[in-house]
């Protein structure tokens, strides 16, 4: 299993596609299916958007992760933006405040196996979530 | 980054790369839609063969790239999208509603052309 965190720093669009390409990267060395390196590089690519849409700049990080029985990936989209008011309204389908995007997270929910997200007006986001290989 | 456009006859066909940022689609939907008003063409083919990742912005351009080229009287066939990639599309909501798409590019071309012939 590789080890350690990898970490991306997010300030421009060209950073959301080298999140994205790190993360199929690593799911692919951890032997994913095509299909769920698809999901965690696209899950990915729409946190890292959040990040530069709403708080400009953030961090994701990518590491392995093993569990009782599996593998898997967890991906940290941090950021210290300027947070999220109502996150249950966040996390229905089409809501947008930004303009830009407006599926983001309920998608990302979908896409991925768990989802965590730790949020609070001024204080920033934190968005983690995790993909178990099949 | 250049996205080549060739002209075949009245339709384009513009080949996506993998790892477009949001600034490359936007270059590319106003590119597109120039050589689309430069050249008169009556339909255009976007293949998105090389795209290993659609996410929210690039279905968005891709469908606005369709509805824009459709307000000025031509056709848009996005073709090539990826099983894995239209999986992933669909989880996260992103359907290309009212966009016409083809499984490669011969069956785009075919669709253009059987759709024109009644008009000529």
Do not use: C
Not at chain 1, 41 to 58: C, F, H, M, P, Q
Not at chain 1, 84 to 110: E, K, N, W
């Amino acid at each position: 299993m590789p080890a350690g965190k990898i970490h991306v720093a997010i300030n421009s669009d060209q950073d959301i596609v080298l999140a994205r390409q790190k993360g199929r990267a690593l799911a692919a060395e951890l032997g994913f299916s095509a299909v769920d390196a698809t999901f965690v590089a696209t899950a990915i690519s729409e946190l890292a958007r959040n990040i530069v849409a709403y708080a400009r700049r953030g961090e994701i990080t990518l590491q392995a992760v093993r569990g009782s029985s599996r593998q898997g990936i967890v991906v940290v989209a941090s950021d210290d933006g300027p947070g999220i008011s109502d996150i249950g309204q966040a996390l229905r389908d089409g809501f947008s405040t930004s303009g830009s995007l407006g599926l983001g997270l309920p998608g990302v929910r979908r896409l991925m196996d768990e989802f965590e997200i730790n949020s609070r007006p001024g204080r920033g986001t934190t968005v983690t979530v995790k993909k178990w290989r099949q | 980054m250049e996205v080549p456009i060739l002209k075949q006859g009245e339709f384009l066909i513009a080949t996506f790369q993998a790892d477009l940022s949001d600034a490359d689609l936007e270059n590319l939907r106003r590119g597109l839609v120039q050589q689309v008003v430069r050249f008169r063409s009556r339909g255009v083919i976007v293949d998105v063969t090389a795209m290993d990742v659609m996410d929210s912005f690039a279905s968005r351009t891709l469908r606005e790239i369709a509805l824009m080229i459709r307000l000025r009287g031509a056709d848009t066939v996005i073709v090539g999208i990826q099983p894995e990639v239209a999986f992933a599309m669909v989880q996260l909501g992103m359907t290309l509603e009212g966009v016409a798409t083809a499984l490669d590019l011969e069956e785009g071309l075919a669709y253009l052309i059987e759709k024109f012939k009644n008009i000529d």
